[in-house]
């Protein structure tokens, strides 16, 4: 993941991985920065440069970033910052 650029390739790969490896922390960006207390399912749906959406049983989250991300490196940084943000739910 050096410094592949964000594509609709790369963003449904970290997408996939995201959703099959993190489910948790993508549950976790549900109810912390979208606000959302009860649902019952939220996924990653895209990646971009400056933003995530997710899917939050039938409504689309968009999250946005900090910043514009530069490459694929690059949001893996800034989606593990992102949860380390998030206090103990």
Do not use: W
């Given at each position: 993941?050096?410094?592949?650029?964000?594509t609709?390739?790369?963003?449904?790969?970290?997408?996939?991985?995201?959703?099959?490896?993190?489910?948790?922390?993508?549950?976790?960006y549900?109810?912390?920065?979208?606000?959302?207390q009860?649902?019952?399912?939220a996924?990653?749906?895209?990646?971009?440069?400056?933003?995530?959406?997710?899917?939050i049983d039938?409504?689309?989250?968009?999250?946005?970033?900090?910043?514009?991300?530069?490459?694929?490196?690059?949001?893996?940084?800034?989606?593990?910052?992102?949860i380390?943000?998030?206090?103990?739910?």
């Open positions: 993941m050096n410094s592949e650029p964000i609709k390739e790369s963003s449904r790969r970290i997408c996939n991985h995201m959703n099959k490896e993190h489910g948790d922390a993508v549950i976790a549900a109810k912390y920065y979208g606000k959302f009860t649902f019952k399912s996924k990653m749906i895209s990646l971009s440069p400056v933003s995530i959406q997710l899917k039938e409504q689309t989250l968009e999250i946005k970033f900090d910043h514009m991300l530069k490459d694929c490196s690059d949001a893996h940084k800034t989606l593990v910052k992102m380390k943000a998030i206090p103990a739910l």
